[in-house]
Each structure stands twice: as C-alpha cells, then as structure tokens.
C-alpha cells in the first residue's frame, strides 16, 4: 500500500497550493481519505475529509472555506485545494485512508510519508 502525497512547497501568504495524495494497492474507492498536518512541535491535527464517494466532506473550522477536499476515484487520486494560505498553515501535510468510515481521528488504516508546505508571511 502507498499513498503518495506532493503538490508542497514554498507560498508566500495570501497564496495557494494544490496537494495530491496518489493512492496504490488499495481499493481506493472503497476508502474514506483524509488530509492531516503537523506543525514544528506541535501534535498532528485534522484537516479535511471526505468519504469513498465524495458525497460528504469535513473541515477543521481552521480550515473552512479555504480549503476544499476532493477525489478522483477513477484516478486513485485525491486532492486538497488551498486558498488564502497564512503563516499558521504552515506544516507537513499527509494524507490517510480508513477501510470503514471517514478519517476525522488519527486511527486509520493507512498514512502517506507528508509533503512540506511553507507559508512565508
């Protein structure tokens, strides 16, 4: 099983980025994915969510309205679109899987290795 997260790098605030989580070995439309992050020194934290069929998504209240979650099950892939980036944002970003329900804890099947994404004020 891999889930393969890029799309990170370095935005200036104000700015956006647009991660992607390529998922392998994995029945991926069978699975609830989910976006979490770590902050330097802080402990990981929920950001978004979305169930195998994309029918219902979750947010972080951090995160409403900035960020949108999405997926491509014919592609394997799945997507977080952020918008209107701040300094606070910044942090590793993985991505999960969850066989039954949606990933809104840390308990999941499945993690990604983190894409790095830099918001410079």
């Known amino acids: 099983v891999q889930l393969q997260a890029s799309g990170g790098g370095l935005v200036q605030s104000g700015g956006s980025l647009r991660l992607s989580c390529a998922a392998s070995?994995?029945?991926?439309?069978?699975?609830?994915m989910g976006w979490f992050r770590q902050a330097p020194g802080k402990e990981r934290e929920f950001v978004a969510a979305i169930t195998w069929d994309g029918d219902s998504v979750y947010y972080a209240d951090s995160v409403k309205v900035r960020f949108t979650i999405s997926r491509d099950n014919a592609k394997n892939t799945l997507y977080l679109q952020m918008n209107s980036l701040k300094p606070e944002d910044t942090a590793v970003y993985y991505c999960?899987?969850?066989?039954?329900?949606?990933?809104?804890?840390?308990?999941?099947?499945?993690w990604g290795q983190g894409t790095l994404v830099t918001v410079s004020s």
């Open positions: 070995g994995i029945p991926f439309s069978g699975y609830g």
């Open positions: 999960t899987a969850r066989r039954f329900g949606v990933p809104v804890t840390s308990k999941n099947d499945y």
